[in-house]
């Protein structure tokens, strides 16, 4: 079974740096793009980038470009999503999610980690 | 940046059909996906490749396309199909993707 397990939720101030992980478990972790997904309260959906761990290809939407960094660990089977430097507004539910094969070269989620709440507040 | 257009709402009583649409440009040359949330709980694909159903997911989901716009059909709406939908998609040169604004299904 495919599982996604995210770190826990997080308050941190503005201008502090944070790095949320998600370990996967179940499949060949090196094999699949994991991604993460904004989701700000009450708002909808964001797709802010995605990485293929076996490669390390990385992809960002122009939107989060420069904002965050994704990365992996294949050692660990863990991807990484960081900030260097937290505003207010990186409050938000973050999620990761897996590509699934069935969409073949498409990157479609399939399985989703649990959310990780992000909360930046003086 | 790319976005993909969906309507905030579309109400519903129990038994009948809600139709669901997403406009693009570049919806002629990428497939889209798309996935229902509902609240508290991470999202959930229900249809992938336009057209296709996921293992598990009710028949009454069905997804269709023409030109630029994309529509998600639930067909005998039942209560539990109350939720937040979202259409999902790439950019013309498939470097990235995007999710739709999203649609709350109401079931009267």
């Known amino acids: 079974e495919v599982q996604l397990v995210q770190s826990g939720a997080e308050v941190k101030k503005p201008g502090e740096s944070l790095k949320i992980s998600c370990k996967g478990s179940g499949y060949s972790f090196s094999s699949y793009w994991i991604g993460w997904v904004r989701q700000m309260p009450g708002k909808g959906l964001e797709w802010m980038g995605i990485?293929?761990?076996?490669?390390?290809?990385?992809r960002y939407s122009p939107s989060f470009q420069g904002q965050v960094t994704i990365s992996a660990d294949k050692s660990t089977s863990t991807a990484y999503l960081q900030w260097s430097s937290l505003k207010a507004s990186d409050t938000a539910m973050y999620y990761c999610?897996?590509?699934?094969?069935?969409?073949?070269?498409?990157?479609?989620?399939?399985?989703w980690g649990q959310g990780t709440l992000v909360t930046v507040s003086s | 940046s790319y976005e993909l257009t969906q309507p905030p709402s579309v109400s519903v009583s129990p038994g009948q059909t809600a139709r669901i649409t997403c406009s693009g440009d570049a919806l002629p040359k990428q497939y889209t996906y798309w996935y229902q949330q509902k609240p508290g709980q991470a999202p959930v694909m229900v249809i992938y490749?336009?057209?296709e159903r996921p293992s598990g997911i009710p028949e009454r989901f069905s997804g269709s396309t023409s030109g630029t716009t994309v529509t998600l059909t639930i067909s005998g709406v039942q209560a539990e199909d109350e939720a937040d939908y979202y259409c999902q998609s790439a950019d013309s040169s498939n470097t990235y993707y995007v999710f739709g604004t999203g649609t709350k299904v109401t079931v009267l």
């Open positions: 999610a897996r590509q699934d094969g069935i969409c073949g070269g498409g990157l479609c989620y399939g399985s």
């Open positions: 490749k336009d057209s």
């Open positions: 990485i293929y761990p076996g490669d390390s290809e990385t």
